[in-house]
């Protein structure tokens, strides 16, 4: 199990639909690893962190691997849905704003 600052995380090999953020040196509970964010490509959140170097030859097994942050996964989905459901009824209030409108114009001929 892993952990990170907002709760559960996931150690992965692979990650697909992310950009890599700026190199960083970071002090963690294991000890000080070179990091970089990672981004996702849709919404551009910080979901997690690529290992890119740790000090300690016991964590040398992260480097290369990726840990997802549960918590800033969920809050982009979260946030997403949010933007879909405003932008929804946005789209849907002016689709209703023309029906009207398309009516009045065709009552004055």
Same mark, same amino acid.
């Given at each position: 199990? &892993?952990?990170?600052?907002?709760?559960?995380?996931?150690?992965? /090999?692979?990650?697909?639909?992310?950009?890599?953020? =700026?190199k /960083?040196?970071?002090m963690?509970?294991?000890?000080?690893?070179?990091?970089? /964010?990672?981004?996702?490509?849709?919404?551009?959140?910080?979901?997690?962190? $690529?290992?890119?170097?740790?000090?300690?030859?016991?964590?040398?097994? $992260?480097?290369? $691997? &990726?840990?997802?942050?549960?918590?800033?996964?969920?809050?982009?989905?979260?946030?997403?849905?949010?933007?879909?459901?405003?932008?929804?009824?946005?789209?849907?209030?002016? =689709? =209703?704003?023309?029906?009207?409108?398309?009516?009045? /114009?065709?009552?004055?001929?």
């Open positions: 199990m &892993f952990r990170c600052k907002h709760g559960k995380a996931y150690l992965l /090999d692979k990650m697909v639909n992310v950009n890599d953020g =700026e /960083d040196e970071r963690m509970t294991t000890g000080m690893h070179t990091v970089c /964010d990672i981004f996702c490509v849709a919404c551009g959140s910080i979901v997690g962190w $690529k290992y890119l170097a740790a000090v300690d030859k016991a964590q040398r097994y $992260k480097v290369g $691997k &990726f840990l997802l942050d549960r918590a800033e996964v969920l809050a982009a989905v979260v946030g997403a849905a949010h933007t879909h459901a405003a932008t929804a009824t946005a789209s849907s209030g002016d =689709e =209703e704003d023309d029906d009207n409108q398309q009516q009045s /114009d065709d009552d004055s001929d």
